[in-house]
């Protein structure tokens, strides 16, 4: 795009050359159509006999990919239908040996479309298909015979024949082998697909060879071996090349596992995958992955719990033009830590993850939906009638919420070294000291309580190396591409009394993004105040207090730029009657100051708010508040920081109410009624009602 600022993308035009166009892109736009799905099926289960059973099933479809007309309807409607025959047979009752054979027809007419995936994800794959497959008549045979016993012994033939209307022929042989015997554990498959498609030919492979033993003299461990491969040449018989479609890759795995009836596991395993390519008549091996994972599960004691999977991978690179892929080293592992100390004491858990991939950069548009549906709103501060991405602020009012925030990946990508580091402690003196009889420290100690917690995600620029502390980097730093932390500490006084309590918050929010015009960063800390008391059963006070700090910065809009400090107090006098009657009133003064680097905004604000909710007769309720506020600020209004520092109304006097009716319909229906206004400074009045029907569950 030419101006990163754009609401969207913006596209220049090219003029053809010789009469051949020279862009990428048309002014067109699809048009989505109403569509019709209708599905109808009918399945038929009966039993022949104890052990022989027969099931149908036939479904018809009808699809109109545009009901407003009546062109291509004849082929809306598709058949498909299904038959199947099992039957069990008794060899040997004294050691449960267990004869199955299935007999299965399907047929699909081309027409049918089924609501959801009809094949398996591997399905194409299997049957040397292509990933986007155009519709066609299809008919499946299908043959399997199981023989197995009561020790889970088991041996599976199974024959497919695939027929597809544009010439494709498959036939598909499949044998399964399972066994258990005096700690050994064999489960072996084969599959081998040959397929015609007209023009091209091939063969699928899929062998998988497990083998492992239970080692009785080290309390059980398991070790075990595994070889898998899969590989599909599909050739041009014309050329006798192979085709884009084939491919190869084999994969040798050792591991070492515990005993998994303990509760305590561990395991490791190593396994190492081979890629081939198709270069013209053969397949040509490009990379080999080797890779370590380490697993770990403690749960024997149910106080403190741990829990680890970490994988290493290096990537060996062989023939760099038919790879595409880059000699690498990457980690990734997540490691959990559970407590429950001292009787509920202490309790927290500790979650770290590391990682390295590629981070995608991403792009953003605003979409407008119907006013109140949104989250944001678009605020022209230049005036010239056309939305750039820095007049969108959080909408504060619902009439204005009209647009929502899309983001779209690009492909634009950066390699990245990730990290999350979580923690959360409780601390809970009330748990052992408990009591009438306490005294003094104790009785002092037992009325406080503490809850700690951070969050940290980060990504940053991958420099040759893995990233392990969470801690590196300010969000100033330019390695840094993705970064969000979130540090909440609470201290409580008297949280579990009736009567009175206080508690004291410090939330501090970071957060740093990578967007496709630069980077974004946002600070937030706060410390907050709130004490309660309950005067008595009819009348309480509560107050709440804040000091606190919020910015924002991204270099590519100037005009966004602001760091805030804030202070405010609000207290609140509330009245109760019962269960019919709540009256709540409060003064709330609020002082917010910009950073005289940003522009030294200054705004005060004085509000006085009244709000009550009366229930009538347990089935309806009405509700009203009203708020009177008086803003003092000398700036210009029509900027992004006099939105974020005004709360979205004016500099002057504010007046904002509301009245909301609701109604309980029998026992799952609620009726709303709600109705909002508001006159801000000097502007115009605005009035905004709504009504809804809520079905509860």
Wanted: aromatic content about 12%; cysteine-free.
């Amino acid at each position: 795009p030419d101006f990163n600022g754009a609401n969207g993308k913006v596209f220049r035009y090219v003029a053809p050359v010789a009469g051949i166009k020279q862009g990428q892109y048309e002014p067109v736009q699809i048009l989505v159509t109403p569509k019709k799905q209708q599905i109808l099926n009918l399945g038929i289960d009966y039993a022949l006999s104890k052990n022989t059973v027969i099931k149908t099933e036939v479904a018809t479809s009808n699809s109109d990919v545009n009901t407003f007309s009546s062109k291509g309807n004849g082929d809306d409607r598709g058949w498909a239908g299904k038959f199947q025959l099992n039957n069990d047979k008794i060899l040997q009752a004294a050691r449960g040996l267990l004869l199955n054979t299935l007999l299965d027809y399907e047929y699909v007419q081309r027409k049918f479309k089924p609501l959801e995936r009809l094949r398996n994800v591997e399905f194409s794959r299997d049957w040397g298909l292509p990933f986007i497959l155009q519709p066609a008549d299809e008919s499946i045979i299908r043959m399997t015979t199981s023989l197995r016993d009561k020790r889970n012994h088991a041996l599976t033939y199974g024959f497919i024949n695939y027929n597809r209307s544009d010439n494709y022929k498959g036939f598909q042989n499949t044998l399964l082998h399972i066994a258990d015997w005096k700690g050994w554990q064999v489960n072996n498959q084969l599959i081998i697909t040959n397929f015609d498609t007209g023009n091209d030919k091939g063969t699928f492979w899929r062998p998988v060879i497990d083998i492992s033993k239970q080692l009785k003299q080290i309390k059980n461990w398991r070790l075990g071996v595994k070889y898998a491969l899969e590989q599909s040449e599909a050739r041009n018989k014309a050329a006798d090349t192979l085709t884009p479609l084939a491919f190869s890759f084999d994969t040798y795995t050792a591991y070492l596992r515990s005993d998994e009836a303990k509760k305590n596991r561990y395991g490791i395993t190593f396994f190492t995958r081979s890629d081939k390519y198709p270069v013209n008549k053969n397949l040509v091996r490009g990379d080999r992955s080797l890779n370590l994972n380490l697993q770990t599960e403690l749960l024997a004691n149910p106080k403190r719990q741990f829990f680890l999977n970490t994988t290493f991978r290096r990537l060996k690179v062989y023939n760099e033009v038919v790879s595409k892929q880059k000699e690498d080293e990457t980690i990734l592992g997540r490691a959990e830590y559970v407590m429950n100390e001292w009787k509920g004491l202490l309790n927290g858990n500790v979650l770290y993850e590391v990682g390295a991939g590629q981070e995608q950069r991403r792009d953003f548009a605003y979409l407008e939906v119907p006013a109140g549906t949104g989250q944001f709103a678009w605020i022209d501060y230049n005036n010239d009638s056309v939305q750039q991405l820095n007049e969108f602020e959080l909408a504060a009012f619902i009439d204005q919420a009209k647009f929502i925030r899309v983001f779209t990946p690009t492909n634009e990508f950066i390699k990245a070294n990730f990290i999350t580091f979580n923690y959360s402690l409780n601390i809970n003196p009330r748990a052992l000291l408990a009591g009438p009889d306490l005294k003094g420290m104790r009785k002092l100690l037992s009325k406080f309580n503490l809850v700690t917690s951070l969050q940290i995600s980060k990504k940053s620029v991958a420099k040759g190396s893995f990233e392990f502390n969470p801690f590196k980097y300010g969000v100033n730093d330019t390695a840094l591409v993705t970064l969000n932390t979130l540090l909440l500490n609470t201290v409580s006084y008297n949280r579990f009394h009736s009567k009175w309590g206080f508690d004291i918050s410090n939330l501090r929010n970071n957060g740093k993004s990578l967007l496709t015009y630069g980077y974004e960063s946002r600070k937030l800390n706060d410390w907050l105040l709130k004490g309660r008391w309950n005067i008595s059963r009819t009348f309480s006070l509560t107050v709440n207090g804040k000091k606190g700090l919020n910015g924002l910065f991204t270099p590519q809009f100037a005009n966004r730029n602001y760091q805030l400090t804030v202070y405010s107090i609000e207290p609140f006098l509330t009245f109760i009657r019962g269960t019919s009657l709540r009256v709540v009133t409060s003064y709330k003064f609020d002082s917010k100051k910009n950073l005289p680097l940003y522009g030294g905004e200054k705004s005060s604000s004085h509000a006085v708010n009244i709000e009550s909710k009366y229930n009538i007769l347990q089935s309806s309720s009405l509700n009203g508040k009203f708020t009177f506020n008086n803003i003092s600020y000398a700036f210009p209004a029509n900027t992004t920081v006099s939105y974020i520092m005004l709360d979205g109304l004016l500099p002057g006097k504010n007046y904002l109410w509301s009245l909301g009716f609701s109604k309980r319909l029998l026992n799952n229906l609620e009726l709303n009624f709600q109705y909002d206004g508001r006159k801000a400074g000097t502007s115009k009045t605005v009035h905004i009602g709504r009504a809804a029907i809520t079905a509860l569950f």
